[in-house]
């Protein structure tokens, strides 16, 4: 069980609120689908083109909220309308009031930036330390996909994202304001020395951090791993910042893995495995595998959103896969962009809910797997992701 944390609450009357702030891209993702991928020098026509906001840091941020709150009776496009009603209120337990820590650009041609934070005021994020940058653009990716087999290319702009400096996260109500969050929820969309001040600054304010370092670029101070309460990330991302050399398709000694992290000091290790599930450590030697939720292929609609921690049951060939990814259109090639977000914001929750009366990781993985394979069986992109009322 975590200790008790010594600063206030956020309140809303005489409740208390359960804050998680999330410090992450916010983006615009532009997506092109068309026959083939263009060769050197080749001009192609494209079947469509879809604009979606996006992000990881976004992303995770929406997921934490609806994974909080009961879907209302219709998904307003404005911040007019109330709020959803909080899930736990009749469980008695506290409110959730998500925060996004980010940039976005003033300099956009088309207002990317002012679009995405009104998007996310409209799904009752709290945008205050969202920063607008006056020398900058916003952030945007731009992915070719090819229509049959689903290959794509991507190429993204960080633009206001790099903005942000270490020396802009020095001092922590600076960073989460007065009533400091129960968890910090950080990627590698900023800079690698920015999001490594971030990380310190929240540990010594006693503020519990979830670390998914995606884009994996590995860390040139080990020392921001002693304390870190979870790193969560993929096969890809642990051969990276472990040091190791490119893993094996075939390999599974994930404990000498996780012992890398847990050597360096960080307390809970989840790594996400695609179809094998979830492995997660807590204690040198002693990690353990949570198996894939299985998903029958007539109910994949989407796999935009997923933390690739569901498999797919028999008689699911690669000819049926490139006919999904043909249905699927925009969304499928944002795979490789928003990986695991769905997975990293059920985990979150079920650690900021968990950790008074007693922690269970394996509970937590459980849940994270399950809603990632929700996820897929949804339509669309960020509005894939379900609201607590819908989970199962």
């Not at 404005?78 to 300099?107: H, K, M, T, W």
């Not at 088309?110 to 653009?137: A, C, S, T, W």
């Not at 590698?188 to 020395?193: A, N, P, T």
């Not at 030697?285 to 933390?307: C, D, F, M, W, Y």
Request: aromatic fraction near 8%; include cysteine.
């Amino acid at each position: 069980m975590a200790p008790k944390q010594e600063y206030d609450h956020g309140s809303q009357g005489n409740r208390e609120k359960l804050i998680i702030a999330v410090c992450g891209g916010i983006e615009w993702n532009l997506v092109s689908i068309a026959p083939r991928l263009p060769s050197q020098g080749e001009t192609l026509t494209s079947n469509s083109l879809t604009q979606l906001p996006g992000g990881k840091g976004a992303n995770v941020a929406i997921a934490l909220y609806r994974l909080t709150h009961v879907r209302p009776a219709f998904e307003a496009d404005n911040a007019s309308q109330p709020p959803p009603e909080n899930a736990y209120r009749d469980l008695g337990l506290p409110e959730f009031d998500i925060r996004l820590v980010g940039s976005v650009g003033q300099r956009d041609d088309f207002g990317y930036g002012e679009r995405m934070k009104q998007l996310l005021k409209n799904q009752h994020i709290n945008v205050d330390r969202v920063i607008e940058q006056p020398d900058y653009e916003s952030a945007v990716s731009v992915t070719w996909v090819e229509a049959k087999s689903g290959e794509n290319r991507t190429l993204v702009n960080p633009g206001a994202s790099h903005a942000m400096k270490p020396e802009e996260f020095q001092n922590p109500d600076e960073c989460f304001g007065p009533s400091r969050p129960d968890l910090l929820v950080s990627q590698l969309e900023l800079h690698r020395e920015t999001v490594q001040k971030l990380l310190r600054t929240a540990k010594m304010a006693g503020i519990d951090t979830l670390f998914n370092p995606c884009p994996a670029d590995g860390l040139d101070d080990l020392s921001v791993y002693k304390g870190l309460t979870h790193l969560v990330l993929n096969e890809t991302e642990a051969a990276i910042m472990s040091g190791r050399e490119e893993l094996a398709l075939d390999f599974d000694d994930w404990d000498s893995i996780t012992d890398v992290f847990i050597e360096r000091g960080t307390e809970h290790v989840v790594i996400t495995l695609g179809s094998r599930g979830a492995f997660y450590s807590e204690k040198k030697g002693h990690g353990s595998l949570v198996e894939a939720v299985k998903v029958p292929q007539r109910k994949i609609l989407n796999t935009s959103g997923a933390g690739y921690v569901f498999t797919l049951d028999r008689g699911f060939s690669m000819n049926s896969f490139s006919q999904f990814f043909a249905r699927s259109q925009s969304y499928f090639p944002l795979l490789t962009t928003i990986s695991r977000d769905a997975f990293v914001g059920a985990y979150a929750i079920q650690w900021v809910k968990q950790k008074r009366q007693g922690w269970d990781i394996r509970s937590a993985v459980e849940c994270a797997c399950k809603v990632s394979a929700q996820v897929i069986q949804g339509l669309g992109y960020q509005e894939s992701i379900p609201w607590a009322s819908d989970l199962r």
